[in-house]
């Protein structure tokens, strides 16, 4: 089922790109481990104490296929860290190469300071399991849930699960990126199908 996902109904931090509706369908949390096992450059949101936040983060895993567990490490000084410690909610947006100069400003600045999605022109969504916002103009938004703080204070790390997926099939540009941690990034390139030789994995891709 596909709800209506009006931004102008979010009560998340409000809507402020100007994009009425978007066109988010639903995407099996089957398929999830598919968005992140590449390791794509993405965009953590929470909403704590009235008000939605944004980080950009590299540093995350897939822990399991379904449901979902993806393992993200989140600094103790970066604002969202405490929005996710207390709420333990997330949204984990995956933006395409379009977006990869406000994905990196998003990583160098704080919400302790600035609203971000007002300063970069980000949509807000309401979400439909977490209190975090989707955002309308990522390909693939991830629901997440913390289901495990165990390593929090030894790592930072926190074990999330995926409640629910979004795609937007719309979306013309697709291309993800991938950060190199020195400031530069690849961006997805060609595809090469080996599906035949994944024997074992023939019940899951
Ligand atoms: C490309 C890139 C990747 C980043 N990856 C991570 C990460 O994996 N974990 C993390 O804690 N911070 C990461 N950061 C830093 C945070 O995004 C940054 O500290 C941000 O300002 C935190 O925002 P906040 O204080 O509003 O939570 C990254 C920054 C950039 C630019």
Not at 76 to 102: M, Q, Y
Request: proline share 4%; hydrophobic share 40%.
């Amino acid at each position: 089922m596909v709800p209506q996902l009006s931004s102008s109904a979010t009560g998340n931090g409000g809507s402020i790109g100007g994009q009425g509706m978007i066109n988010m369908k639903d995407c099996p949390l089957a398929k999830v481990f598919h968005l992140l096992e590449p390791g794509p450059v993405v965009l953590l949101t929470t909403f704590h104490k009235g008000r939605a936040n944004v980080m950009t983060m590299t540093w995350h895993m897939m822990m399991e296929f379904e449901p979902p567990l993806i393992g993200c490490l989140v600094s103790g000084a970066n604002h969202s860290f405490t929005a996710l410690r207390k709420t333990r909610e997330c949204v984990i947006a995956i933006p395409t190469v379009d977006l990869i100069a406000e994905v990196v400003d998003i990583g160098n600045c704080s919400g302790k300071d600035v609203d971000k999605f007002e300063k970069f022109g980000l949509t807000s969504v309401a979400a439909k399991q977490v209190k975090a916002p989707l955002i309308a103009e990522c390909l693939f938004n991830i629901e997440c849930k913390v289901v495990d703080t165990g390593l929090v204070n030894k790592y930072n790390m926190f074990i999330l699960e995926g409640v629910q997926a979004w795609n937007d099939p719309e979306r013309k540009e697709r291309r993800t990126f991938h950060a190199n941690g020195d400031g530069t990034f690849v961006v997805d390139g060609r595809t090469l199908d080996y599906k035949m030789k994944m024997v074992k994995w023939k019940n899951i891709v």
